[in-house]
């Protein structure tokens, strides 16, 4: 008997944001649930912050990320978020 296979599909969006926005809007996007993975880029398209989200993070264990985010923000004029969600 074959296995079936789930493919899970993901897109990819990108904002882009001012530096003081980035922690709103960083939560946000936690909070919607149905995100796998969070790319923080400077303007040159460097990654300066690569998060990725699963089920399990909750909580205590995302305050550490959180302020790790707030500290970059206070770095940046500006940066683009590229966001994965899972469909």
Do not use: H
Request: with cysteine; charged share 35%.
């Amino acid at each position: 008997m074959a296995k079936k296979e789930i493919k899970k599909e993901t897109r990819r969006e990108e904002f882009k944001i001012a530096g003081g926005e980035l922690l709103k809007k960083v939560k946000e996007l936690i909070a919607e649930g149905n995100v796998r993975r969070i790319i923080i880029k400077k303007e040159d398209g460097e990654v300066l912050m690569e998060l990725p989200l699963t089920v399990a993070v909750v909580g205590t264990v995302l305050a550490p990320v959180l302020a790790a985010v707030g500290a970059l923000a206070a770095f940046l004029t500006s940066c683009t978020l590229v966001v994965e969600r899972k469909d």
